[in-house]
């Protein structure tokens, strides 16, 4: 059975400090999404990571995948309010293109 | 823009009782799922519709049914509800999974449903 293992499961931080969130496994995925949910609503993508050792910018955001396709880390420079949610990690095995693995999650709170 | 429409938002039901949750997405995507979301448990699909015509059983499908009764529309139906089906519902679709990596999925809102 395939697990993706997201850390911390929960972290509170000042507005305007840096975190970084982690999605490890033992198996490897085809690719690996990120997103991010926002209570009362569905989760919204945020970015997909295909090759192995690719990074990713979103603004604030940088996504990595890593070199062995087992793991990504999203890591937030100068974080905001507007951050705040829960961060959530999905892979697509190698054997499906259907079936995504989702991490738990990483409940983040920004506070001002 | 409407993208995935889930109903109802909210629904308590005692445990014995049957009900239908409502999906429909207006993006023309061949792909429709079902997740369940509980505390500390990430999302668990329960079923999934690959295309119009076709249904398939995901990681959780047992005490559920599906009917994919259009491209747009895909309904989960739990046909003897038990407490332990108390969860966050959703609903999402995608274009269809893409080779070289994998087409994004698009959520509806949830259904938040109680079995007591």
């Known amino acids: 059975t395939q697990l993706l293992e997201q850390s911390p499961q929960f972290l509170s931080i000042q507005e305007g400090e840096n975190l970084t969130v982690y999605c490890n496994s033992s198996s490897v995925f085809s690719s690996l999404q990120w997103y991010r949910q926002e209570p009362g609503e569905g989760p919204v993508l945020l970015v997909t990571?295909?090759?192995g050792g690719e990074v990713k910018k979103l603004k604030r955001l940088t996504f990595q995948f890593g070199d062995a396709r087992k793991d990504s880390s999203l890591h937030i420079t100068a974080a905001q309010t507007g951050d705040t949610g829960l961060y959530l990690c999905a892979g697509a095995g190698l054997d499906s293109n259907y079936q995504l693995i989702w991490g738990a999650g990483t409940k983040l709170i920004i506070k001002p | 823009n409407a993208g995935v429409t889930q109903t109802p938002k909210f629904q308590v039901l005692k445990t014995g009782q049957s009900m239908t949750l409502q999906c429909a997405q207006d993006m023309n995507h061949n792909s429709m799922y079902w997740y369940r979301q509980d505390p500390g448990m990430g999302l668990r699909l329960i079923y999934y519709s690959a295309s119009e015509g076709t249904t398939d059983k995901g990681e959780v499908p047992n005490g559920y049914n599906v009917s994919r009764l259009n491209k747009r529309e895909f309904s989960l139906r739990l046909e003897s509800a038990a407490p332990s089906q108390t969860s966050v519902y959703f609903c999402a679709s995608s274009v269809s999974p893409g080779t070289g990596g994998y087409q994004p999925q698009h959520f509806g809102d949830g259904t938040r449903l109680s079995i007591l």
């Open positions: 990571v295909v090759t």
